[in-house]
């Protein structure tokens, strides 16, 4: 299909879910701990997954275990934006797809089961990161695009290693998405169904080029996220926090609620600062070795978040 076609076709589907969603009363509701105050459709990230079904329909017989593995994510996911759903349920769905997407890439085959267990870590790590930081308006969005176009310029101009279409499927669902998240009041928020697919797509396509070039800096294209992610928790856990629990300590929550920073700005600078990281990433691969790039990323990006704490000493929060 051509790609306009696609994009109109997934506009379309977000007017008819969010009639559904009016329907059947699928919202946000605000409390202490949220980002925003306003009542706003939940799960419009469904659009990631009317992605992959327009994309599967003309790829299946390639594709199918990866679309069955997003769909039951999405699926599970969905649910649980309706109803919150026990933990077991979560996660057993989370490992049966990643299962799903390691036999398509041969995972069992060509790793050790020491890095059959690392990268299921990984897998699942990815998953709740994106979970974790998708809180205000864009944040998911914009990334998503900046994280996919790295892709598709190494795909396209560094290393094909998958077809061009299967990273440009998502991209306009993420233009479609921000079209109506991108707001100063949101017309809709991903959801769990959108930062969980959205996630695991990602994962196939940045794992296939990990084992394609044999190199693990492609992680990188998600650097902004793990280290706030992974920042976040050792800092709750200090607070003696449950980690499975909501709250407010992202650096970028400490910004849009404490500093009461425009959400969209705050998004925007994220999306930036990883578009940077990207362009690093890009350019001195072949230059550099690979943990010389991990450190030149990683240190900058954890001192870049113990501005937190400063920021944290100046309000109350």
Same mark, same amino acid.
């Given at each position: *299909?051509? &790609? ?15 009639? /559904? ?17 306003? #009542? ?20 299946? !017989? ?23 759903? %026990?933990?077991?349920? +979560? ?15 041969? @995972?069992?085959?060509?790793? %050790? ?33 900046? @994280? ?13 290693? =998958? !077809?061009?279409?299967?990273? =440009?499927? %998502?991209?306009?669902?993420? #233009? ?8 100063? +009041? ?16 990602? /994962? ?7 084992? !394609? ?61 990883? *578009?940077? =990281? ?11 070795? !690979?943990?010389?790039?991990?450190? =030149?990323?990683?240190? %900058? ?15 109350? &929060?």
């Amino acid at each position: *299909m051509h &790609y306009t076609l696609i994009t109109f076709i997934l506009f379309l589907a977000a007017l008819v879910y969010f009639k /559904i969603a009016d329907v059947y009363n699928i919202i946000d509701k605000p409390n202490h701990r949220s980002a925003h105050t306003e #009542i706003t459709i939940r799960g419009g990230g469904v659009l990631f997954w009317f992605a992959a079904l327009f994309y599967f329909a003309q790829h299946s !017989d390639v594709y199918y275990l990866f679309f069955t593995g997003i769909t039951i994510v999405s699926m599970v996911s969905f649910w649980d934006d309706i109803q919150s759903l %026990p933990n077991k349920i +979560r996660i057993l769905a989370h490992f049966s797809a990643i299962s799903l997407l390691f036999y398509n890439l041969n @995972v069992f085959e060509i790793l %050790p089961w020491w890095g059959i267990l690392l990268t299921y870590i990984a897998a699942i790590g990815i998953i709740n990161a994106y979970n974790f930081m998708d809180g205000i308006n864009g944040m998911t969005g914009l990334y998503t695009i900046v @994280v996919l176009g790295s892709l598709w310029y190494v795909n396209h101009y560094v290393f094909e290693f =998958i !077809d061009g279409t299967f990273i =440009i499927y %998502p991209i306009l669902a993420s #233009i479609v998405f921000l079209f109506f998240n991108y707001r100063k +009041r949101a017309k809709c928020f991903a959801g769990d169904v959108g930062s969980i697919s959205i996630a695991f797509w990602i /994962i196939y396509l940045i794992l296939k080029l990990i084992l !394609d070039t044999e190199s693990l800096v492609w992680l990188l294209f998600l650097g902004v996220y793990g280290v706030e992610t992974v920042a976040t928790i050792l800092h709750r856990i200090y607070l003696k926090e449950n980690i499975f629990e909501a709250h407010r300590w992202h650096l970028y929550q400490v910004l849009s609620n404490g500093y009461k920073m425009q959400h969209r700005l705050v998004s925007f600078l994220y999306a930036f600062l990883q *578009m940077v =990281i990207s362009t690093i990433v890009i350019t001195t691969h072949t230059i550099l070795n !690979d943990f010389i790039l991990f450190a =030149i990323v990683l240190v %900058p990006l954890s001192l870049l978040y113990c501005v937190k704490f400063y920021l944290l000493k100046k309000i109350s &929060y």
